[in-house]
């Protein structure tokens, strides 16, 4: 659970008391045995809805037993007089269904309900569909968390790029629920209703048994419209149905801009990770806000979604933050990405929010994957699963080894000039290709050609003959992986601007801010 719940959870304790203060007839001395008999008698439920600062969260956490109307401030629908510091303390304005309701950027909503229990709950931005559902913290009449029915929705798993679940992300919708196989593209259109009842569908939350209250885990973005949907139980058994539409007001935080490595159209290797930068540093506390709202779809190139599985992951600041994604394994050869990630206003910090939506479409081409041996001293290329390059090479030296692990081609170079205070050289290389920011390339090297194949002379590069280089050059792309082995050092997970694969998979999933 994140900081940011820890800390409302002791607010939501005087919030979800409102239900227990709520007679549960309109005769205040029936009993529940009284109820049972007559209910057919059930009152209609009553919903509230108001929002929770970070503030008086920190305040209600302090002393969780001061129950002041600080737990929670109310909202105000547009055609209703102001909520008074009764409704505040009872959990926020009472509010019909189908009303429109304000609240400010930067809180989250909470939501009770008096004379019935939650059945499920959901939450939508109603611009940006493919994020993931937001799961909540449920709480019963008493105050106490609940247990979520769906563990998977508590992780973040409807769109593919939220949780490691293997997971898809549908035009529809994070890893948040697993959508179906899109159907033939000559199905019956659906209709306006029969499309915003799966849209619910998709994003609700089911309550666990007795909840009665209600706190989203993300902050409200500014100048944004959330549907918000639940349904209720009565005590007779019949379910009612609440909507309301909230709308963000502005906001006046600094933006922070948000950029790509990759460019739209680009074919890249299957190796290539999908790169965020932020124009400063993220505050831990805000990143599962950001990452929540990223989606990534991988289809085939006629348009079939493929399943994958992968993880964001929030790199260490370099000195801005980085957020990556990365599959598992390797992205499927001769697939499409389409990455939306809509951040414009999102909070990154106390007061700086993200200055620009992004989103970012291209494709993943044939597999190559190189592998070089510094026991074997012997370079292949392996392009969909044939080998097609089998060249002598000559690998780093004892004194200045190349490094076991998985490189990635960063860039390349017809002409180079290769130069280190270490070793104090200065050289012009042809046919240079990066792949590490430690200075590992895969390079032409004529004069080292009679070690190529028998002996490791390198500073730590993979040499080649000039016109084997070339041959490979003109094959590399960026995000190839190329996998170096038999060497007595390894890669470090803090020496490149890409170094995803050096992580193992379990480790990859620690740096996701999404629990």
């Known amino acids: 659970m994140s900081k940011k719940i820890q800390g409302a959870l002791a607010a939501l304790s005087v919030l979800a008391l409102l239900t227990a203060c709520t007679p549960s007839s309109s005769d205040p001395d029936s009993t529940r045995n009284d109820a049972k008999k007559s209910a057919e008698a059930s009152p209609e439920p009553t919903f509230h809805v108001g929002a929770v600062s970070e503030a008086e969260a920190k305040a209600a956490s302090a002393d969780s037993d001061d129950e002041t109307s600080d737990a929670s401030e109310s909202a105000a629908p547009t055609d209703s007089p102001s909520p008074t510091a009764s409704d505040s303390a009872q959990g926020g ?20 309900v008096a004379d019935a229990k939650f059945t499920d709950i959901s939450i939508t931005d109603s611009e940006h569909p493919r994020i993931s559902a937001d ?7 008493t105050g106490a968390e609940l247990d979520a029915e769906d563990e998977d929705a508590k992780a973040g798993s409807g769109s593919l790029g939220s949780t490691d679940d293997e997971t898809e992300d549908s035009v529809e919708p994070s890893e948040s629920s697993e959508p179906s196989e899109s159907a033939d593209s000559d199905e019956t259109p659906k209709s306006d209703e029969t499309a915003k009842s799966d849209e619910k569908k998709k994003s609700a939350v089911a309550a666990p048994d007795d909840a009665t209250a209600w706190i989203s885990d993300y902050d409200l973005v500014a100048d944004s419209t959330y549907e918000v949907a639940a349904t209720a139980t009565t005590e007779d058994g019949q379910e009612h149905e609440f909507t309301t539409t909230v709308n963000v007001g502005a906001s006046d935080s600094s933006p922070m801009a948000v950029r790509t490595v990759l460019s739209d159209d680009q074919t890249v290797g299957v190796a290539a990770p999908i790169i965020l930068t932020f124009g400063s540093t993220v505050s831990k506390e805000y990143r599962d806000d950001v990452e929540h709202r990223l989606s990534v779809k991988v289809t085939d190139k006629d348009g079939k979604k493929r399943k994958v599985k992968g993880s964001w992951a929030w790199l260490p600041d370099d000195p801005e933050s980085r957020l990556h994604f990365r599959p598992k394994d390797y992205w499927p050869a001769h697939s499409k990405v389409s990455v939306d990630a809509p951040l414009k206003n999102v909070p990154t910090g106390e007061s700086s929010v993200g200055q620009n939506d992004l989103s970012l479409d291209f494709e993943i081409g044939r597999e190559q994957v190189v592998e070089a041996s510094a026991k074997t001293h012997r370079m292949t290329v392996t392009r969909d699963g044939k080998e097609i390059m089998d060249f002598p090479a000559s690998l780093g030296a004892q004194k200045s080894p190349s490094y076991n692990g998985i490189h990635v081609v960063m860039a390349k170079a017809a002409d180079y000039t290769m130069t280190s205070e270490q070793w104090d050289y200065e050289t012009d290389v042809k046919w240079a290709v990066r792949i590490h920011n430690n200075g590992e390339f895969v390079h032409a090297a004529p004069w080292s050609a009679g070690s190529q194949g028998s002996a490791n002379v390198s500073h730590g590069c993979i040499n080649l003959s000039t016109e084997r280089a070339k041959e490979y050059y003109d094959s590399a792309i960026y995000g190839d992986p190329v996998e170096i082995t038999g060497s007595d050092v390894s890669l470090s997970t803090e020496a490149s601007d890409i170094s995803d694969w050096v992580y193992d998979w379990d480790d990859w999933k620690k740096l996701s801010a999404l629990d």
């Open 93 to 112: 304005q009472a509010v019909e269904s189908g009303s429109d309701i304000e609240l400010e950027p930067g809180k989250r909503i909470s939501l009770t």
């Open 135 to 141: 799961p909540g913290v449920f709480f019963d009449s």
